[in-house]
Each structure stands twice: as C-alpha cells, then as structure tokens.
C-alpha cells in the first residue's frame, strides 16, 4: 500500500513518521455502519468552521470520539462549544496518526487549513475512513486528482462541504434550468464581490510554547511563525490557499456548476486581477480579479473585489426567513442569462428569482441554509455507500476551474487553454504551479 511519505500532520516533536505510520489494519477496514449503528467520527483541525460542522454532524446522531489539532488551546475551546450538543468527551489527540489508527472511528471530519486538506484526507482513505472535507479540498490542481483517485482505490466516501448541492432551493433551481424555460443560455455571471480591507502581516516572533509550527507549515516552504497567518492570514498566501476565489468564490462556482449540469472542466480562462485597492499591504492575492471560462457552449465570468463596504453575504435574517436579498448589493449570487428568461441565484439561503422584459418576475423561491441536509446526506452515504451529492470526483471540477482562474492571474494575467486530458496548460510556468514544489518529508506520492 503506498502512503503519504515519512511525515504525517500533527505529530509531536519533528512530525516525521515512517512509511508504516498508517497501520495496514486500519487500510483494510471497510465495514459500512449499519442503519442502527451510531456512526463514530473524528476532527482532525479544530478552528471556527469545524466545530460547526461537526456540531451539525453530532446533531444529525453522529458520535465524537475524538479531536485532533496541534494546539490545547483549539482543542479545549472545540470541546467547550461542542459538549453543548454532546455528553461524553471525546479523546483528545495532537497526533493525526493515533486518530487514523483507532479501530472504532469510522470517519473523520478535515477541517484544517488549506493547504492540509489533501494529505490527510488521503491518509484517511488509506486508514479506511470517510472523510467530509472542507473546501476548497485542495491547493493546487495535482493533489485534488490524488484525491479522486485516493477515494476510488480505497473505496472511501468522500464529501467536500459544498454544501449548497445539498439544498432544497438550489436542487430546484437546477430543475428549473434544466426544464429550458430559461431558453438557450449563452452566459453565467458568478459574483464574490465582498468587502474587506488591508492585510498586515505584523511581526514574526516564537510559536507558542508546545506548537509545532513546523508541522503546521507542512508541504509549504519554511517561513517564519506570525500570529497573523496562524489567525486566518494565511488565506492571504499563495502558499496555503487560493485567496478568496479559494475560499469563499469556490462556493458560487461550485453551485453555478450544477445548475448547468456539471458540464465538465472548461477548456480556457482568461484572467486579470491584482492588488489594485491595497497595492502596498502585505497579501499576495488579489483584490480585484475577474476570470472567464469557455465551456464550448457557454462562457462563465467570476468577478471578485475585497473593499466594497457596501458589498454584503446573504444576512442570517434572509436565510432563516421567506425574503430575498437586494440583488445589486449581493456579494455571493449567481446571474444565469438566457435566450427567454433571467435567473438569479443567491448563495447559502439566498434564494431564486426568474425575470422577465422591463425586471418582472415570473417565478421564485425562497432559500434557507442548506448544511444539515449535506451533513445528513454524508452519514446517508457512509451507511448506503452510495456516492454524495458533493462527492470528490464532482467537486474536482469546481476545484480545477477555480486553481485555473489563479493560475492565469499569478502567471501575468493572461489567457490559457487547458488540456484536460494530458492536464497541461499551454503555458510553461501555468504547468509549473499544477504541482509545485512540496517540502521534503511532506511529498503525497505520484500515485
């Protein structure tokens, strides 16, 4: 059985671990929970949006058995918010091994950064786990084909928390599109248009006392500790993440996707983007970027800011309601223009509406948030072994179009086709970053 070499997220001391250090036994379960089973699970990164997802699964009957993140701290504070829901303490872990060799788990939750999303999902395949991932699932266009193929070899449900497949709302647009009473559809307008403001690095200093900073930093190159980056700036960095096409867009284009069918992987993009707002702040990605696909039969453009104050998510009050957002100002909606008809698509709870000539709408629905259903459809296929609605090979697409829309930014803000076949830009330095360098001890193997 082939593994991640030498070295595994969260281990104490220098991390390094031997080939062995997924045990075999482990790799070869493979027994699906029962209907009456409780289904036991693990988190392995224990920040903000894992405690929730994880308190959604503990809620939809899931067990917790353990926890796992590097730092006490994360640890006590995911127990504090999670023994809400939940009686019995977990084990407590810093060690991402220990939880993968435990007989008793049978998935686990990665909710780690970014830039740890594939390797332990991996590894997690080859311990016979399941894995609900977050998005984006992975850093750079290579790791999230090992992901696919990770999951297919082990036979492992895998669901990436793009929950928005998941939905009531969403599943009926995406019936509405396909019903054609939009007309033929010749453009997609996906929209991430958030506010923000300027990112500074502050000064490096020491790790606190027992984080292995070192680990953390992963596949990533060596680079001074910063309480900025551990605290979310490293969404900033081309190193850990994809800014936040990476992070928030990737939602949007995921969703977009399915309402037009999960075409598949587009076969160019053209990109221009930049530090235009904050030109001397300390990010390296965008703040202004704006990406266009070619799908052969349609073009999808994603237009993203960070600095419109006025720009605004879908409320809470919106979502958990039966009102729509004020389109113009809606930082995450999707525009769907076709030959008869105007769709407009809010994000997360957002809702629907169907226009006609002179604005007039012809049809709606209203949304509500759509993360327990994906939550109950991830216990659903650990017990049915039926594929997710967000499955990894489904997600790959989204994933793939979004590394693209960077790629040509990063590289000079240019145009490049894609070979989805070979998996080759027509661009030397694009095919550079398909697979960039990873740090030695953390490589994932080639197959």
């Not at 593994?3 to 062995?20: M, T, W």
């Not at 020491?206 to 551990?230: C, M």
């Not at 930082?331 to 809702?351: C, F, N, W």
């Not at 609605?389 to 989204?398: F, Y």
């Amino acid at each position: 059985m082939r593994r991640l070499n030498r070295r595994a997220f969260l281990g104490e001391g220098s991390g390094i671990v031997a080939a062995g250090g997924i045990s075999a036994h482990a790799s070869a379960r493979n027994r699906a929970p029962g209907p009456n089973d409780r289904i036991n699970l693990a988190m392995i990164g224990c920040g903000g949006r894992g405690r929730y997802v994880m308190r959604g699964l503990i809620e939809e009957k899931a067990n917790l058995l353990a926890l796992c993140d590097l730092r006490q701290d994360r640890l006590d504070e995911a127990w504090k918010f999670l023994s809400e829901v939940q009686s019995t303490p977990p084990r407590f872990s810093k060690d991402a091994r220990e939880v993968l060799n435990t007989k008793d788990i049978d998935g686990v939750v990665v909710a780690t950064p970014d830039h740890w999303h594939a390797p332990l999902a991996i590894m997690a395949c080859q311990a016979g786990k399941d894995v609900y991932v977050e998005k984006p699932h992975s850093r750079n266009i290579w790791e999230s084909g090992r992901m696919v193929e990770a999951a297919r070899k082990y036979g492992r449900i895998v669901q990436v928390g793009m929950q928005n497949r998941s939905g009531a709302y969403t599943l009926a647009a995406r019936d509405y599109v396909r019903s054609g009473k939009l007309g033929k559809i010749g453009l997609v307008k996906v929209f991430n248009m958030k506010s923000g403001g300027p990112f500074r690095l502050g000064p490096s200093s020491e790790p606190p006392a027992g984080f292995n900073w070192d680990v953390w930093l992963g596949s990533t190159p060596k680079r001074p500790y910063h309480d900025d980056i551990f605290e979310g700036g490293w969404h900033k960095f081309w190193d850990f993440s994809g800014g936040d096409m990476a992070d928030d867009g990737i939602h949007q284009l995921d969703l977009a996707l399915m309402l037009m069918g999960d075409p598949g992987v587009p076969r160019s993009v053209r990109t221009v983007g930049g530090r235009y707002v904050y030109p001397d702040d300390d990010a390296e990605v965008p703040d202004v970027q704006v990406s266009n696909w070619d799908f052969g039969s349609f073009l999808l453009t994603f237009e993203l800011t960070g600095y419109p104050k006025y720009m605004m998510k879908t409320s809470g009050t919106i979502r958990r309601n039966d009102l729509l957002p004020y389109w113009t100002h809606n930082a995450t909606r999707i525009e769907i223009y076709g030959s008869e008809l105007m769709m407009t698509v809010g994000r997360h709870g957002g809702g629907w509406i169907v226009q006609q000539s002179g604005g007039g709408i012809v049809d709606k629905m209203y949304g509500r948030p759509c993360d327990e259903e994906h939550y109950r459809d991830f216990l659903q296929s650990m017990r049915s072994r039926k594929p997710p609605t967000a499955d990894i090979s489904i997600a790959h697409a989204s994933n793939l179009m979004m590394h693209m829309g960077n790629l040509a930014q990063r590289v000079g803000n240019v145009s490049l086709q894609f070979d989805a076949a070979k998996i080759q830009f027509d661009n030397p330095k694009a095919n550079q970053l398909i697979k960039p360098e990873y740090r030695r001890g953390y490589e994932i193997a080639e197959v």
